[in-house]
């Protein structure tokens, strides 16, 4: 009777009150609600603030007036034709890429999987090294070999290209392009279906007489469609985000990411560019969402039944050899593509002299070293940053619930989905200035956190609070009276006599931390004189790389003591709370203390101009993470999925808490995972160029910004010369 009256009583809770229960139950465990919290702000933060700001910036003039001159256009007798047709252009380019490149990917799937070709484990890395090259190394290759002054087409062929003639650039040479550049996402979710269907009904089929076309024709095909549609549309998605590619060789014919680009870099309007990027988030959003549908549908499918027999495999010629062949010819294709690339950095003069040559090599070492560690160091930064809030995001989507549970795993996608120019606006006209909107939620659900997760009794909470923000008020009175450097330097005073505060009273654990963060904070601005020896030394260091790759250091070291002011005091904030849990645990009082570290807390969040990132290195940061979360978030959900979640709950119950579970339990098992996000994460960073590009200063240099720097300047062999770089890292 009594389980009845449970289930009947769990059966009367409105969805409402159950709801709240469930974030109780996350808020009970503190590190699995500041798990929560920090993803949700830096969703919030980094990619829906920035495509909210991009989208309402289309409707709005530099004088902040209501307008809709750019959406009239498509609609005007003037403006009307060019942009309907550059629209038509940009979705024909999106239709033909997919169907190429998903009819492309199922061959190479087809064949690896049932046709026992020759070299299995060499096709399949070929067909992956698009993924790890530079978004435009392709376009810059197949210049190269088939272009105007191309070694085959003009080298070898003698072909001519009068005006008006048809040749590589254009529609043509930008699907053949991007087809090639993105089957191998095809590929590799065909190949996924492919191995793990069931043989059964295909057997069936056949032991009924029916023959080979007919059995894929309506077997095979039909079991493969919520794959096939999939594949289609993500690469429609991708093929409408792609920037690098138009770039290069679309010649005459202009598409939407290119428009978006030139707005901004040729005619600096930004209104046209916002208004013009919400036409392309349109159908990008509605392919999105339809393609997460089919994703879910095939999710679905693959775990109703298991393979009652092995794979079957193409034993006939007539079928298995045409696949064969055709997946070695592209495989050709690929290698010479990539050679041509590598060949072209080495020849003095591409289409003129193709005699062996270092000296493209020795000037991007001297002109172009920067970009490259700086790329290299911000990717390496960034990596572990994505793949931490991956993992923590699919850890809360596939072990918790709570309300919003969907919301956060689909805005977690959402950055790697959104064209990377999109944004990139988004991130320029979001983190300008600052975002006064976004310092205040950081604000209120920190000190909410603090206060919650601290103390029990709200008139303590109410008292504390209050206290904390006057004190707050009280440092941000210094800091107008002065400097906003001489506020953190008395906020880091007041933690490290905290710290000392605490070592006297014998708490050793809370005062080091203090102590630690004290002298952390003041080396804000002390930093400056530590790295003043080396920036003297390479003063007298002789011009050449070295003196260029040193150039580099002191700011490398500045970017992990000079920390934007909201980070330091989200930080102080995070170990105060801790702190106070502690010593609430053991009984001690902790509102005096909690009060003063949340007032120092609080005025470094608004310290300065607070969240004004553009220019710095922390926007490349996010703007890298954001674009590869969405693999890491995938990638750790199908490594959940796998783990029986009845370990976790043996370890609930012997009594560890979600952070303890989390590292001894959970992280071991999913660490495979976490490997493979970060390698992939890692070439992401290095071949990103939409989302970035408009994020680059003099001080921050980006490798892939600096590839197009040298195309558009007629610099082909250099651009080789940085592309083949990249890849050979990558692959590394």
């Known amino acids: 009777m009594s389980s009845e009256v449970q289930q009947n009583r769990m059966r009367s809770v409105s969805p409402l009150k159950q709801r709240i229960q469930e974030f109780s139950l996350i808020f009970r465990d503190h590190i699995l609600a500041l798990s929560l919290l920090l993803s949700s702000l830096f969703l919030i933060a980094f990619i829906v603030y920035p495509i909210m700001k991009t989208a309402i910036n289309g409707f709005f003039d530099t004088q902040g007036n209501f307008n809709l001159q750019f959406f009239y256009r498509y609609f005007d007798s003037y403006y009307g034709p060019t942009a309907r047709r550059i629209f038509a252009d940009t979705l024909r380019m999106g239709l033909l890429t997919a169907s190429g490149g998903t009819l492309l990917g199922f061959i190479f799937a087809y064949t690896i999987v049932r046709c026992r070709v020759p070299g299995k484990k060499f096709v399949h890395i070929l067909a992956l090294v698009p993924t790890v090259s530079p978004p435009f190394a392709l376009a810059l290759s197949s210049i190269l070999l088939f272009g105007r002054n191309g070694l085959i087409s003009r080298g070898l062929l003698g072909m001519q290209f009068p005006q008006g003639a048809n040749d590589l650039y254009g529609m043509d040479g930008l699907v053949f392009v991007q087809i090639i550049t993105f089957f191998s996402v095809a590929y590799l979710i065909m190949r996924a279906m492919l191995e793990r269907l069931d043989p059964s009904m295909e057997e069936a089929a056949r032991s009924m007489g029916a023959g080979k076309i007919h059995i894929f024709r309506t077997v095979t095909i039909p079991l493969l469609i919520p794959g096939i549609a999939g594949a289609f549309l993500l690469l429609f998605v991708e093929s409408l985000a792609d920037l690098g590619n138009p770039l290069f060789i679309s010649g005459n014919t202009t598409v939407l990411s290119a428009q978006i680009f030139l707005a901004i870099a040729g005619e600096y309007d930004y209104q046209k560019a916002s208004a013009l990027s919400v036409v392309l988030l349109i159908p990008t959003l509605i392919i999105f969402l339809v393609q997460r549908y089919y994703v879910s549908r095939r999710s679905y499918v693959s775990v109703t039944g298991k393979p009652t027999g092995g794979i079957m495999e193409e034993k006939e010629g007539w079928i298995r050899w045409p696949f064969i062949v055709t997946t070695y010819l592209v495989c050709v294709l690929i290698l010479v593509l990539y050679i041509a690339i590598i060949y072209g950095s080495f020849s003095k003069a591409w289409g003129l002299d193709y005699s062996f040559s270092l000296e493209w090599w020795k000037q991007m070492f001297a002109r172009g070293i920067e970009s490259i560690l700086d790329t290299t160091f911000l990717s390496i930064i960034a990596t572990p940053i994505a793949v931490l809030l991956g993992m923590v995001v699919a850890f809360l989507v596939v072990r918790k619930k709570f309300m919003g549970k969907e919301v956060v795993d689909f805005t977690s996608n959402l950055g790697g989905a959104v064209p990377g120019t999109i944004l990139g606006i988004g991130f320029v006209l979001a983190f300008s200035t600052s975002p006064r909107l976004l310092v205040y939620l950081l604000f209120v659900v920190m000190l909410l956190f603090a206060l919650g997760v601290s103390l029990s009794d709200t008139k303590k909470r109410l008292l504390t609070g209050a206290a904390g923000i006057l004190i707050a008020y009280a440092l941000h009175y210094l800091e107008l009276m002065s400097v906003t450097l001489l506020m953190v330097y008395v906020v880091a005073a007041i933690v490290l006599l905290s710290g000392i505060a605490e070592l006297v009273r014998k708490n050793r654990k809370a005062g080091l931390r203090y102590v630690f963060m004290g002298l952390y904070l003041s080396t804000y601005g002390l930093i400056e004189y530590v790295i003043y020896p080396i920036v003297d030394m390479n003063k007298t260091i002789p011009s050449g790389v070295f003196k260029n790759a040193m150039t580099q250091l002191p700011d490398y070291i500045k970017l992990f003591f000079q920390l934007p002011h909201p980070i330091l005091g989200s930080i102080l904030m995070i170990m105060a709370v801790m702190i106070a849990v502690e010593k609430r ?148």
């Open 585 to 732: 645990s053991r009984g001690k009082g902790v509102s005096v203390n909690l009060a003063v570290m949340i007032g120092c807390s609080v005025a470094l969040i608004f310290a300065g101009k607070p969240l004004a990132l553009v220019g710095s290195p922390y926007i490349i940061l996010a703007a890298f993470a954001v674009r590869s979360l969405p693999a890491s978030v995938r990638s750790g959900i199908a490594s959940l999925q796998q783990i029986d979640p009845s370990m976790e709950e043996a370890s609930s119950i012997m009594g560890a808490d979600a952070k303890y579970t989390f590292r001894k339990v959970t992280l071991p098992l999913i660490m495979p995972a976490m490997i493979a996000g970060m390698i992939f994460s890692f070439t992401r960073h290095m071949t990103s160029l939409s989302a970035i590009l408009f994020l680059v200063s003099p001080k921050w240099r980006i490798v892939t910004a600096s590839i197009l720097s040298e195309w558009e300047q007629g610099g082909i062999s250099m651009a080789a010369a940085y592309s083949t770089l990249i890849i050979f890292f990558v692959l590394i």
